[in-house]
């Protein structure tokens, strides 16, 4: 399976990538890779990786073609962005910030990175240029999903939400450390944006689960309804 995007700028900037969605960490590729993507280069507090046995951050790695790309265009700048997933085609003009945090975001949640693959689900069911009503929806169902199973093979569920909070506080502990992992090596504003953007979607879920569920309460509840 895989997701492919293409965002074109204009007639001299236009970018295509395929995104495999069960992928390894790329050994070959880290052999050649800048130093901001070493593991050790502001790692996370909660990376469970050694150096000896991974020498780049997976994530990173992944990442490093596309910041490079997008490095010093402006992130307000009007981007047309085509998407394919195994199901369906998406076709949207947004600002170059939006569609490179699209695209990062399922960069992200398919990585070898064994704290952001939490998302992989997410991700194999990816929706692009997603609102955080629809972030929110889909983390919820997704996981409240998982409880259902949990329960009828007699097994622990959570209906509670409480492993969702403590799996986005742990991806909150992802997303400062990355942010100072790329923050040095970003010259433009278009990666930096759109990396905060997600990032900020990613924490509501751990600093403000009640209003997110206040928010897409009224998406699956009609008044009076038990």
Not at 104 to 131: D, E, K, N, W, Y
Not at 196 to 202: K, W
Request: charged share 20%.
């Amino acid at each position: 399976m895989a997701i492919d995007y293409r965002i074109t700028l204009d007639d001299w900037h236009a970018f295509s990538y395929r995104i495999e969605l069960e992928r390894g960490y790329d050994r070959t590729h880290a052999e050649a890779a800048p130093g901001w993507t070493r593991l050790g280069y502001q790692q996370c507090s909660n990376c469970p990786l050694s150096p000896e046995q991974y020498s780049h951050c997976p994530a990173a790695l992944d990442l490093q073609g596309v910041i490079e790309d997008f490095q010093g265009l402006p992130a307000f700048q009007k981007a047309q962005v085509w998407v394919r997933t195994p199901e369906r085609e998406y076709r949207k003009q947004v600002s170059l910030e939006e569609g490179v945090r699209s695209l990062l975001g399922v960069i992200m949640a398919t990585s070898a990175c064994p704290r952001l693959s939490r998302l992989r689900p997410m991700a194999q069911q990816h929706l692009p240029f997603a609102s955080q009503q629809e972030f929110a929806l889909r983390a919820v169902s997704l996981y409240l999903a998982r409880q259902y199973f949990n329960a009828r093979e007699r097994r622990h569920a959570d209906w509670e939400l409480k492993g969702l909070v403590r799996l986005f506080q742990q991806l909150q502990l992802v997303n400062q450390a990355f942010w100072q992992r790329i923050h040095g090596t970003c010259g433009g504003d278009s990666n930096l944006k759109a990396f905060l953007t997600f990032f900020s979607m990613a924490s509501s879920m751990s600093y403000s689960l009640e209003t997110q569920l206040a928010k897409i309460r009224p998406l699956v509840m009609s008044d009076g309804e038990d």
